[in-house]
């Protein structure tokens, strides 16, 4: 079963090459983990990727919270070892993510203005992290 900080290349769309995904969370109740993927170009910089965070990283690249997914981990799996096919997609499993591009990739999820809020919620409620964050008091 994939887990915390495991990656795999799944394309966004059937007409798209593949991407990277990183997993975040541990699978729910539906056997559903909270994904999010790695791309070259997107308005959100929240977290920005260089040459060496990752070996699938090849040029600068962001993380596109706005495509957050919550995934059937079991499927993604079975997918990856071929006990299932997806029509017209490649998924293959990739080198797990860093301890350090994990934190940060959590830390910017939290942060991105682009992460629905249902994602923010769960994610901060696995990681035991309080959000949306008290403001100081003055």
């Known amino acids: 079963m994939l887990k915390v900080g495991d990656t795999f290349l799944l ?3 059937p007409d798209v090459a593949e991407h990277l995904w990183i997993v975040l969370t541990r699978p729910d109740a539906k056997g559903e983990g909270i994904c999010v993927n790695i791309t070259s170009e997107d308005e959100d910089h929240t977290t920005e990727l260089t040459v060496g ?3 699938f990283v090849k040029h600068p690249s962001v993380v596109r ?3 957050a997914s919550s995934m059937n ?3 993604i799996e ?3 070892q071929g006990k ?3 029509v017209g997609m490649v998924c293959k499993g990739h080198h797990p993510s860093s301890a350090a591009l994990l934190e940060r990739v959590k830390e910017g999820l939290l942060k991105s203005p682009h992460t629905l809020k249902k994602f923010k919620l769960r994610c901060a409620a696995e990681w ?3 959000w949306p964050p008290k403001k100081p008091k003055v």
Do not use: A, F, T
Request: hydrophobic share 30%; glycine share 4%.
């Open 73 to 75: 981990l079991q499927k």
């Open 65 to 67: 919270y706005r495509n």
């Open 78 to 80: 079975d997918v990856i």
């Open 11 to 13: 394309p966004p769309r």
């Open 128 to 130: 035991g992290v309080e």
């Open 53 to 55: 965070d990752h070996p």
């Open 84 to 86: 299932l096919q997806l």
